[in-house]
């Protein structure tokens, strides 16, 4: 590796005799450039190095070169040396658009090296520097991509007096390579030490994607050798199954919810297994699909939600079973060794767990009116569509939950409706309507 050293350019100072070395050079072979000038402007950015110095002897070209004049660099890897005067604090940092090395000093007397050619060598194109606010210098070092400064130290100058801050600029792709090449003990990532480009914004969707989402519980009546109502040719598995796959797609199209199905082919899933698997996976809400059936010329569609007399009976089971089985016999003992109170602590947690299941019976109370309100625009509704039942899949004190009777098989206009993909999807969207609006709520956004 060959290298030029020059005598000292000052920038204004009256006593800065000191020799800073000179350094481009690449760290691994490459092509050779000869040249004999330097041509580098102050940037219009930047005022002049300091006063009293014209412009123009910023970028005069250095005597006394001690080699034959040839500079080597090469494409991957380039040596950047700053004479300095003395110690002083230094910030390095990489920019974009366009491609540049920023470095910051404190108030100090700064030599630059002599760009030799007109093109780039090795990684610079040019450089420049200058005040850039009182007792402050700044370099800019033009580069011909993004970079990584892999190393930077100053440290005493070999020759002469004053100290050398060096800076070893390597390309992003070479960087790379490196870092994938190396062993797992190595010291910190030189990618996390100096980074080569700015963050890119982000996207709102991109942060949609990373944000949390209420997980929602899609439950098609159901399925397998459990056909449901059927009335000449609508058979209530297929046309609740075809429906919620609709409604999925309409909630999953938000990118606001994370959508879950008790079944998504023709099959058999147990009524207590469907409410298990939506408190296995901590569900926000629980929407149960059914299609109605009736002797009458009964239409349109019902919301169902617990009633009130089988949430209460659930709601002193639940503060009974958490009194009796939140406590391991370990903790017990805990407790009991450090003079506490075992059936205190018992009547805390039952207290707090019928507390949890009013919240749930209040937001289950909103969500049905959400629906209901949202559905009368897309579809017939029954006469007072709000009515409670004692569903087995809706006995859960975990998260509200509903249970949408969508129309009749056994009425003809409501058949063809279930087998419409045109209303589906209309119902679907008032329903995903229905659930942004519970979600608005503030009692919803609150963890239970």
Known sequence: MRDIKASPRRTGA???????????AGLAAGPTVQGQTLAAAVPSELPPPLPGVPASQAAQAMPGVGTDGTLEATAKRTRFVIGLDKRVDFSVFALSKPNRVIVELGNVRLDLPNMIGDGPIGLIKSFRGGISAPGRQRVIIEVTGPVVVEQQSLSKAGEGSGYQLTLDIASVSTALRSEQAAALDVAPSKLGFQPPLPRPAETPDTRAARAFKPIIVIDPGHGGHDSGATKAGTVEKDVVLAFSKILKEKLEGTGRYKIL???????????DARRAFAE??????????????????????TIYTLRDGVAERLKRSTSEEVSEQVLSKDEISAVKAADGDTSA???????????????????????????????????????????QAAFRVLKTAQFPSVLIELAYVSNQKDAALLNSNVWRKKVATSITDAVDNYFGQQLA????
């Open 14 to 24: 009256r006593h800065a005799v000191f020799l800073p070395l000179l350094l481009m």
């Open 261 to 271: 199905m008790t079944r998504e082919t023709d099959v058999f899933v147990e009524l």
């Open 280 to 301: 296995r996976h901590n569900a926000s809400l629980f929407i149960a699909v059914h299609a109605d059936y009736a002797t009458t010329r009964a239409r349109g569609a």
């Open 345 to 387: 602590v018992k009547n805390i947690l039952a207290d707090l767990a019928r507390r949890e299941i009013s919240v749930t019976k209040e937001r289950t109370s909103i969500f049905a009116r959400s629906v209901v309100a949202r559905m009368s625009t897309s579809t017939n509704m029954r006469d007072d569509p709000d009515k």
């Open 445 to 448: 956004r609150l963890p239970l």
